[in-house]
């Protein structure tokens, strides 16, 4: 039978080490080239992700729109040189004054050491922290994922980054298996948890004879999926890192939906894609989230 519960949720600014984000929405990692308009008002930016030895390839032509504000991106992980991310981007992203964190990820435990220590030495005055991408659903390789390889990456950029810089960490949408990631990132030194990233998909273009396109789901189609993920980490008594929610935000329902779930913010990439500007309309209408504390009644 239906059972209803009703709990009084407080909304508090989320907080990162000694960092209070002004507002619960932020720009995700996903492009920094979009339009930047009212970018001030967001909480956070987290820029798309670089790498040491960057993947080139054309961004636009490997995202798919699969569904309604559901997209597919089969750009196989491109990603941008973290050296012209420090020379030509971050002195732009920081003129709209909100923290900036740089979204880096890398092959094994060697390569995040190295792109931290890079990170560190080139950009710590300019950054607030960094967000590690743990996994890259496009290379197969996201089964061998371990609790183990989490906190040891998570290690390696806490230590070059040093005890100051807020390090988050960006998790698959992988209900039944985030809880254990998540400890390892918590163990390894995590300022806080991302969820999630895209989850791994196929595309039938409408050309029968055109060859599926494997990528990574976004969008729409995956709120729900995050929304769990959320949902697991809020009610893992172990895990006590704050939480940032990911996945199919258009709305400002959508954000407070993430809160209710445990979150402290929220990240929007396909809705910033699909619509620029989007994100930093959203962080207008959810100023008032930071103080509010609601009534809610579950069902369950
Ligand atoms: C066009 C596009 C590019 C993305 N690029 C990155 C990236 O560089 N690094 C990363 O960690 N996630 C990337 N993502 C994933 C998003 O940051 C986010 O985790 C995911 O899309 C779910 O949020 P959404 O439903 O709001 O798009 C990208 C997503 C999209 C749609």
Redesign the pocket.
Known sequence: MARAASEIIAFNPMQLGKLTLQNPVCL????WQLDGADYERLGAI?????TMEPKPGL?EEG?WQVADQT?L?A?N????SAEILVQEYLPKLRRYGVPVFV?I?APGIPGFRKIARFLAREASDLIAGV?V?IAQPDTGNGEELSAKFVREATQAVRNELGPEAAVIV?LPPWPEHIRGLALGAQQGGATAL?A???LKALHLPDDVTATPVAG?L???A??PV?LRCVWELAHDENITLPLIG?????TANHVTDYLRCGASAV???????LEPGLSARLAAECTHLQSETISSEWKS
Do not use: H
């Open positions: 995700a990692a996903a492009s987290f820029t798309r992700t670089v961004y995202i997209l991106n750009t992980m491109r990603t941008e979204s990820t967000e991408y960006k991302a999630t990233n895209l990574g976004s969008g729409e995956l709120r995050a990911t996945g199919g935000v258009f990240q929007v990439a396909s809705g910033e894609w």
